[in-house]
């Protein structure tokens, strides 16, 4: 069982590093949505999450839907739990947000402030900020 | 109508900070914990950013719902691990002085900004969240400083109500229509032994004014003429007084469900309530006694053919606090109870009922067998002639009533509200004690009304306490007016208290 996970870790793992490198190689000629479709992978593959099991829009609510999946709690319950210690008011998913933007950062070489994330609400803004962000890396 | 600064239009202004920390340097030991790249200064710029703004939108969104509350833009304070905040950061503190009435933090380990904040500035501040409320609450209550502690957020609710309520006393300004001496009336001797102290207190003002020249301001077009003030130009109704009159008291005919009152009776007693804004715009008043008994004495209230019933109706439901009998300080728990709880008190004389088999002493006050009576002891009633209609809040329908002459000759006009619909309802009534020092506050359920269809001061509300002889003992050391309001508003009330620093005694 441990180690199904962690090859399935250490896969997913992989297969983020594929996308970054085809996102890295192919930026120059890469259109907005097909971007976009490469960065859905990409976050899956750090989220241990299927394409189809992202049904909102809203960012923070993937991040919840990941963190929800990777302690195996029903939906609603892992915030409430975290809400609930409110050691700082951090919620698991926020934190999962913040460490996957750093990932992002580190990983594609740019820079997303906090700035920058703070106004980043829903996984089509976050694209736009990334995209944005290797463009101006290009330049 | 007259510009009347009202009360409970008064603003509490609520100042949300954030204390951020940000930590310089990524390390792990007693206080932090978790993986290396959550332990970075990067991390915590973009941690406490987002928490910022997950406070400010849910918590602070929830509070700018609140009617009557200001929030004031939040502000965000960061702190190093070095645990103090630079002059720049303090600065955005200082700029929010004296524009905010209350300052609400939370943040990881900002209880000693919190602190030295009120300390310096002398603000009243409140700790949201488990660890600041309970520590700053601890380190400021205990330094004599004014601090609160929120622990949710109904709590912070009740908490906002409470200081919007003691801001809108400071802005209570009394118009006390007396005959023969400040402080109490007659009908009134269970008043505050210092008007004073309660301006010292509550910061509410009082102007006394003479019940003569207010009967002789009731003449139209007579200005100048009055005996009480001669060749001076005062505040005597004129023709256009008389279109307000005139169109407000058709407006309460039409209204009613039953009407034993001829126009000209109804008119009258409008006038009376014109007359009273027109008077609180002109000395920046908000709020309204008169005598009672001791203006019936003179026999000049039979000369006009009025009573004040009906003004403190009417007022009460625009939300200027109107007591009878001169009662100060029943007028001033009117105006807490309606800041309080948004809703429009009706206050009258508060007494248990006593009686044997069916005969039931003081019959004078229009109270009589009830068949609840069989049942329970604890039975209390209240009742005057002023009900009105907006006692389940400012903001609810206007309860069905009736128009009934207060007199056998027919005139003054009163309202009438069937109180026996409300069955089963609950009631909060409250009074200050004579030495502003303590509130009462008690908690009923309506068993039934009386006084409906008759005339005279005999209207009102019967219902049943926890315990008949504890309310008494405990109300006697308040007095006989008791404002109440439908709800349960315990709670609120002795938040209020908290914020006053005054015992709050519970029946």
Redesign the interface.
């Known amino acids: 069982m441990r180690k199904t996970i962690k090859e399935k870790i250490l896969q997913q793992k992989k297969d983020s590093q594929f996308y970054v490198k085809m996102i890295c190689e192919g930026q120059s000629s890469l259109s907005r949505e097909v971007f976009g479709r490469l960065f859905l992978q990409y976050m899956c593959a750090k989220f241990l999450l299927e394409p189809e099991e992202i049904t909102t829009d809203n960012f923070y609510e993937i991040c919840q839907i990941s963190a929800e999946k990777a302690a195996k709690r029903p939906h609603g319950e892992l915030d409430a739990a975290e809400a609930a210690s409110?050691?700082?008011?951090?919620t698991t998913a926020?934190?999962k947000?913040?460490?996957f933007?750093?990932?992002v950062?580190r990983e594609y070489g740019i820079n997303v402030?906090?700035?920058d994330?703070?106004r980043i609400d829903t996984f089509t803004q976050l694209c736009d900020c990334i995209y944005q962000k290797l463009e101006e890396k290009q330049v | 109508m007259y510009d009347v600064k009202k009360s409970i239009d008064v603003e509490l202004n609520v100042q949300l900070v954030y204390t951020a920390l940000i930590h310089e340097y990524a390390y792990e030991g007693p206080c932090r914990f978790g993986p290396p790249e959550a332990l970075t200064q990067e991390f915590d710029l973009m941690n406490q950013a987002e928490i910022f703004k997950m406070w400010t939108q849910g918590y602070g969104g929830a509070l700018s719902h609140i009617p009557g509350i200001h929030l004031l833009d939040p502000l965000y304070i960061k702190m190093s691990d070095e645990f103090f905040i630079t002059e720049e950061e303090e600065q955005k503190l200082v700029d929010r002085v004296g524009k905010a009435d209350i300052f609400i933090f939370t943040g990881m380990r900002g209880e000693g900004i919190m602190k030295e904040f009120a300390m310096r500035y002398h603000v009243p501040v409140a700790g949201e969240g488990m660890f600041a409320s309970t520590i700053e609450h601890a380190v400021l209550n205990a330094r004599g400083y004014e601090s609160y502690a929120i622990l949710d957020l109904p709590d912070a609710i009740r908490l906002l109500k409470a200081l919007r309520t003691r801001k809108a006393l400071a802005r209570t300004k009394v118009l006390g229509v007396t005959r023969n001496n400040s402080h109490y009336s007659m009908g009134g001797q269970d008043a505050f032994i210092s008007n004073d102290m309660v301006t010292k207190k509550l910061g509410v003002r009082f102007n006394y004014f003479s019940f003569h020249e207010f009967l002789d301001m009731m003449h139209v077009n007579e200005h100048g003429k009055n005996h009480t003030l001669p060749g001076r130009q005062v505040y005597n109704l004129t023709d256009k007084d008389m279109e307000e009159v005139k169109a407000w008291s058709k407006e309460l005919t039409d209204g009613s469900v039953e009407n034993d009152v001829q126009e000209h009776y109804i008119e009258n007693s409008v006038k009376a309530a014109v007359l009273i804004q027109k008077l609180c715009e002109h000395f920046g008043c908000n709020a309204f006694t008169a005598v009672c008994p001791d203006g019936c004495a003179t026999r000049r209230m039979n000369e006009e053919q009025f009573t004040f019933c009906f003004s403190h109706s009417l007022l009460n439901e625009m939300g200027i606090p109107s007591g009878c009998e001169y009662d100060l300080l029943g007028t001033l728990s009117i105006a807490a109870l309606a800041n309080l709880t948004g809703k429009a008190p009706y206050m009258g004389n508060t007494q248990p009922c006593i009686w044997r088999g069916k005969q039931v002493e003081g019959e004078f006050a229009g109270i009589g067998y009830i068949e609840d009576m069989d049942r329970t002891q604890n039975i209390y009633y209240s009742g005057h002639a002023t009900p009105n209609r907006l006692i389940h809040g400012f903001d609810s329908e206007k309860t069905a009533y009736s128009l009934r002459p207060f007199t056998h000759s027919g005139w003054g006009a009163t309202m009438r509200i069937d109180f026996s619909q409300f069955r089963g309802e609950t009631i909060t009534l409250m009074r200050f004690d004579p030495l502003c020092e303590k509130i009462m506050v008690a908690k009923g359920t309506v068993l039934g009304g009386f006084g409906y269809t008759t005339t005279g001061c005999s209207e009102g509300v019967y219902f049943e306490v926890a315990d008949k002889y504890e309310y008494f003992h405990k109300q006697a050391k308040f007095g006989l007016h008791m404002p109440l309001v439908f709800g349960d508003h315990i709670e609120d009330v002795k938040m209020l208290g908290e914020v006053l620093g005054m015992e709050v005694v519970t029946a």
């Open positions: 409110k050691c700082g008011g951090a926020m934190n947000k913040i460490l933007l750093l990932a950062n402030t906090a700035e994330s703070v």
